[in-house]
């Protein structure tokens, strides 16, 4: 069973950028048969999906964050990365990792990283 | 722009249905997720209508129209919840979730 593990800095200042990674354990990034995806919470509210990258290291963004999202995916460490521009309060959320499946949705999630930009 | 209803209440043993309407949804495959207080979402049906592994047989999902539908049978007070749909925006290549549906079990 694969297994998502969020990291991140926890607390960063606003305007600035936050980094998070996400390690894969259980299944290979590299085979190539899965994209991965980011996702965030802020407290109480709803999904919103940032972003999803292959091990091609093709990417797709939510329309809504692409000026400010980047990613970039390790195949040698089996992790995949984020990056979020100026951030401001209205980025602290929970971030979450998981796997796209090839039929449909996400089937695998992380525990989740919390941000919060202060 | 995926609709739910904000909430939901109904007592042990009823039957849930939580709807997902949006725009052409019947183009897209609906995927619905099971998010318990303080945990991550996990997927409870893909594909419209299919169950993951280790998902009971109590939750169901279909699609008619421009209207996706997670149904929930035999309540149990761990189905306590909030709900969340999910379709690819293939217009703009991007995933959209609903806003969500909060299950309270009375």
């Known amino acids: 069973q694969v297994q998502l593990q969020e990291s991140g800095p926890g607390l960063v200042k606003p305007s600035q950028t936050v980094s998070l990674t996400c390690n894969v354990s259980?299944?290979?990034?590299?085979?190539?048969?899965?994209?991965w995806s980011w996702i965030r919470q802020p407290a109480g509210k709803g999904l919103e999906w940032i972003g999803r990258i292959h091990a091609s290291g093709d990417t797709r963004s939510n329309p809504s964050l692409k000026s400010r999202v980047s990613m970039s995916v390790d195949v040698s460490k089996n992790q995949f990365s984020l990056k979020l521009t100026s951030v401001t309060a209205a980025d602290t959320a929970m971030y979450y990792c998981?796997?796209?499946?090839?039929?449909?949705?996400?089937?695998?999630w992380g525990h989740g990283t919390q941000v919060i930009v202060s | 722009v995926l609709t739910q209803p904000p909430s939901m209440s109904l007592v042990p043993g009823k039957t849930a249905t939580i709807t997902c309407a949006g725009n052409n949804i019947g183009d897209y495959s609906v995927h619905w997720y099971q998010q318990r207080p303080g945990q991550a979402p996990v997927m409870v049906i893909f594909?419209?209508?299919d169950r993951p592994s280790g998902i009971p047989e109590r939750f169901s999902g279909s699609k008619s129209g421009n209207t996706a539908t997670l149904t929930i049978s035999r309540v149990e007070a761990g189905d306590e919840a909030d709900y969340f749909c999910?379709?690819?925006?293939?217009?703009?290549?991007?995933?959209?979730f609903g806003g969500g549906t909060k299950l309270t079990v009375l």
């Open positions: 998981a796997r796209d499946s090839p039929y449909g949705g996400n089937d695998n």
């Open positions: 259980g299944g290979s990034i590299g085979s190539g048969i899965y994209y």
């Open positions: 999910q379709a690819w925006e293939s217009g703009s290549d991007h995933w959209v």
């Open positions: 594909y419209d209508s």
